[in-house]
């Protein structure tokens, strides 16, 4: 037995056994081929004698007892990582061309390696840790006849139940062959008996919960528009029947990428369940050649054997602990005014300073100023490319509005949709080419406007010059990086005909590329990725940036959906989120104030509208809410996530609260949606606090012990009004 940090091997057994804090993953080789097969994912093991699980005394056997039913017995395996064309004819993670057109792959175990720490994955975003913090297994399998090596790489934290995968392929032969899939992992599970999440949703209203029971064949999710998406999201999670925020069992994958995706989870004919999760294989296909190696990105798996809240509380952890990066990693992030719903694209210095003056006398750090500052860019017709400021609406050029900015106190942010190229630009005057498009077809425009060929050196070199002499130009310490349309007529200008189907991965490693730059070379700027609102809200860009604008929709009861959706994985912290005026602009509603603060405070805190031009009662209400901000931001950015009550669900009220994770304080954000009549109050439960402590309610001062909180419930009189809402803040004494 070998035994490093939470990995083992147990030889005779020909077991590996991953255990982090509280889940064991154990892997199993069958058979005298070695298959590389899954046994157990779950509650953490004492013992390694699972392999029963895999059921090989069994019919049809394994080859080596029975080669007549080989292909039965490929159909049946749990395989870890499995391939297409050899009897396996459920949903495959790899499937090749050979240069004679054969697509056939079947993998056996050769070696493996087990070490503290995890690698990271070249030029793709993934979770991180320590040496003391994680250990990792590589297992080496080998297709023989195609010279086809796939190391599965697989790490586990010891703080956290999840499971991180991927693979590396590489082409060990002297032809070269193509992937024409190349999933990144596959999870098997006993029996069907599950339900399933997956996070679904459209413009302005992303990542809704979308729940439904697992039956017989194939039910996925998936983009095929080169972005993560607003419509489907990188996420799937089966439960046990009834799981609920506390009790059942959770098999959560998250996909750590940013591109197009499949999430699948299938009800197989023996009444078992394969999930799979990668890059989409349709637009994909990748050439390799000999020597060559191919990355899978990473795939996150979350157990949990208390419920969906334990889950979200194991995937925000790991996300602020090991994916997160840089210096506002673990900060308050300043409160910024955002001009996009306060202008749109009618602005210049005089109208930003005025924005800025009142907004920073009422405690707003930051002035953000978006969409429209460059080229001739009045609406969204054109300019998109041509990075120089217009000085038409900025007087006196860039620096100058952004030193009277810092002279009221203020930092300064920009935005910038780097990817795209407007036709009417003078950048796509001079190299038409650099757009994604196929020769002799005129290319869809979106929002009127390309995508740019980021796959292509140049053409992200030539960008980011444009971007870093912005960023250079004066005092700028935040960048908001945009993404408006979706990838579609599929072309590059400088790919093979048979690497064209390479395009949209490659297109997200320029995107990646770039980002890391920009962050090297700029280490203390804040970045926020947005596209059109939430499309690319994925773990991928969250290696990128701290933050990710959740959803163009600002209105507070729309935003209970969104955010209740987004923070089922992702922390807090990551959740932009903004206090916009009133009719909103997305649905008209027209809610409280005091209600907007407080869904907002749920995420980053900002604001998007007219300081200048909003009621005065409302703009009286600003310092308070940013005292409100910095007073629980610590524990809202760090501590533990409980969903209360779900509007999605009970189409009545929203509940949540954070709570220290020593137990020491706990908010509670309570919004009724629509006020009732002759009602008593409600009573809300609270989670996570330490039963024997006391807790005080701040505003009250009525006390009450944890347990009482927690298991007999407090209550709560409901806002007078539709939109009402109220913050419950107990400290321990
Ligand atoms: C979409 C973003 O989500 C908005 O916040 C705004 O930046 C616009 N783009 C600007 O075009």
């Known amino acids: ?243 609920n925020q506390d009790s059942g069992e959770v098999y959560a994958m998250n996909f750590v990428y940013s591109g197009n995706f499949l999430a699948q989870a299938e009800g197989c004919q023996f009444d078992t369940t394969r999930v799979v999760m990668g890059i989409h294989p349709e637009n994909f296909s990748w050439k390799l050649e000999p020597g060559e190696v191919f990355t899978c990105p990473e795939v996150v798996m979350v157990y949990s054997d208390a419920g969906l809240g334990k889950m979200t509380r194991r995937f925000h952890d790991l996300y602020r602990g090991h994916l997160i990066r840089g210096e506002y990693r673990n900060k308050k992030r300043p409160i910024l005014i955002n001009n996009w719903e306060a202008t749109y694209f009618d602005f210049n210095t005089d109208k930003l300073l005025s924005i800025a003056k009142e907004a920073s006398s009422l405690g707003i750090e930051m002035l953000v100023m978006d969409d429209g500052w460059f080229g001739q860019r009045s609406d969204d017709n054109s300019s998109l490319g041509d990075w120089q400021v217009n000085e038409d609406k900025l007087a006196g050029g860039l620096k100058r509005l952004v030193d009277e900015v810092n002279k009221l106190g203020m930092k300064f942010g920009i935005w910038f949709e780097p990817e795209m190229i407007s036709p009417d630009s003078d950048l796509y005057r001079a190299h038409p080419d650099w757009a994604i498009q196929i020769p002799d077809r005129t290319p869809s425009r979106c929002r009127n406007q390309y995508v740019l060929d980021m796959s292509r050196r140049e053409v992200r070199d030539a960008v980011y010059a444009m971007v870093k002499a912005v960023l250079s130009s004066a005092n700028i310490e935040y960048v908001k990086w945009d993404m408006n349309r979706p990838l579609c007529d599929l072309g590059s200008f400088c790919l093979d005909a048979d690497r064209q189907g390479e395009l949209s991965h490659r297109y997200m490693l320029g995107v990646y590329e770039l980002q890391e730059r920009l962050i090297t070379d700029f280490p203390h700027l804040l970045l926020e990725n947005c596209s059109g609102g939430g499309a690319r809200f994925d773990a991928g860009m969250l290696y990128y940036s701290p933050q990710i604008w959740c959803s163009d929709d600002t209105d507070a009861i729309e935003r209970l959906s969104i955010q209740e959706g987004t923070s089922l994985v992702y922390p807090l912290c990551s959740m932009g989120a903004h206090i916009s005026d009133c009719p909103n602009h997305a649905v008209g509603r027209i809610t409280p104030f005091a209600t907007r603060g407080h869904v907002a405070l749920a995420g980053t805190f900002g604001y998007e509208l007219d300081v200048t031009r909003i009621p005065q009662a409302d703009r009286d209400m600003i310092p308070s809410q940013t005292a409100m901000y910095h007073k629980y931001n610590d524990l809202v950015r760090t501590g533990d996530y409980y969903r209360i009550a779900s509007y999605s669900e009970n189409r009545q009220f929203d509940c949540w609260e954070v709570a220290a994770k020593d137990g020491s304080e706990v908010l509670v954000t309570y919004v009724e949606v629509l006020r009732r009549v002759n009602f008593k109050s409600r009573t809300l439960r609270l989670r996570g606090l330490d039963p024997e402590a006391v807790y005080e309610n701040e505003e009250t001062k009525e006390r009450y012990t944890g347990d009482v909180l927690m298991y007999a419930g407090v209550q709560v009189p409901e806002p007078w009004g539709d939109f009402g809402s109220r913050l419950l803040h107990f400290v321990r004494v």
Request: proline share 4%; with cysteine; charged share 30%.
């Open 1 to 243: 037995m070998r035994g490093i940090m939470g990995i083992r091997y147990f030889e005779e057994e020909k077991v590996f056994q991953l255990d982090s804090k509280d889940a064991s993953y154990v892997i199993a080789l069958a058979d005298e081929e070695q298959f590389v097969g899954h046994a157990y994912f779950g509650r953490k093991l004492s013992d390694c004698h699972v392999r029963h699980l895999m059921r090989l005394d069994e019919g049809p056997f394994v080859p080596s007892k029975n080669n007549r039913d080989r292909a039965a017995f490929g159909d049946a395996f749990p395989f870890e990582y499995s391939t297409h064309g050899v009897g396996d004819f459920r949903e495959s993670c790899l499937k090749v061309e050979t240069s004679r057109g054969h697509e056939a792959c079947s993998l056996v175990y050769r070696s493996h390696r087990i070490y503290d720490g995890k690698p990271a994955l070249e030029g793709l975003p993934a979770t991180f840790g320590t040496e003391k913090e994680c250990s990792t297994l590589e297992i080496t399998c080998e297709d023989p006849v195609l010279q086809l090596e796939v190391v599965l790489v697989y790490s586990v934290f010891e703080d956290n139940s999840a499971v991180t995968r991927s693979a590396r392929i590489r082409n060990r032969g002297s032809e070269a062959v193509y992937l024409k899939k190349a999933l990144s992992a596959c999870l098997h599970l006993d029996g069907l008996d599950y339900e399933y999440i997956t996070l679904h949703g459209s413009w302005a209203r992303e990542r809704r919960i979308d729940r439904r029971p697992l039956t017989h064949g194939k039910h996925s999710v998936s983009s095929l528009r080169g972005e993560s998406s607003h419509q489907d999201h990188p996420f799937i999670a089966l439960l046990t029947p009834g799981a």
